[in-house]
């Protein structure tokens, strides 16, 4: 069972939090924390596996508190939690595995919290028992330069819905359009290993963004999205795969 640090100096936050880390049924709360510091004490003597973790607070605030966690072995993976949209780029030079926006809502919470375990890599079993890990095993971009309209953008990681080969390049599908890039779906599935899932030869899908397996009326498989109104068709190779991926998250999958 993941352990999981809830830090906030709101109680009333902290204990929105707990209420739909009941619901979702996902890891154990083994701490709460109203600041940096004692989020960083409580840190380093239960070893969380995932601290959910406000940014401003009083005293040390959670950035500063997550420069002093990235020090202490093994240290736990990250989810920012604020009701501010300034501090994303610092979120992500911190490896954070996701950024919450306040109201949070369930559903980004549990795909966050799937996030961080696929990228742990590890089962609950081995969890409890070792513990022993880096929660990001490489230093995978938190975003991926791309050129819109000859202007370069940055385009964060954990934005993408889906890539998709089409011919000798690679096109990017994110929340607010597409972009080719020149980098080929292996190396992106490699620098991404527990990010993206492969679901065909030509296409890679954001576990994150995936809402559940469908099979349509000439019986091929097909990915829902969440924040996209599209399908993407499984290929049969690689259904055997998506399927327990989406069995392990809990995911609706047709048969």
Known sequence: MMKILIVDDEPLARARLRALLEEIGIGEVVGEAGNGREAVNIV????????????????????????????ISPSPALIFTTAYGDHALDAFDQQ????????????????????????????????????????????????????????????????????YADQKYVVLHWTQGEALIGETLKELEQEFSGQFLRIHRSTL????QIAGLVKDHEGRHLIKLRTANKTLEVSRRHLPTVRKVLKDMRLPCAI
């Open 205 to 208: 899908v954001a576990i994150v």
């Open 96 to 163: 954070a595995v996701d950024y919450l926006m306040k109201p949070i809502r369930r559903d980004r919470l549990e795909g966050a919290l799937m996030r961080a375990k696929t990228l742990l890599n590890i089962s609950d079993d081995e969890l409890s028992e070792t513990n022993s890990f880096s929660p990001i095993k490489t230093k995978a971009r938190s975003h991926i330069s791309v050129k819109v309209r000859d202007e370069l953008r940055m385009i964060p990681v954990n934005e993408i819905q889906y890539c």
């Open 44 to 71: 380093s003597l239960c070893h969380p596996d995932i601290v959910l973790l406000d940014i401003r607070m009083p005293g040390m605030d959670g950035m500063e508190a997550a420069r002093q966690m990235r020090h």
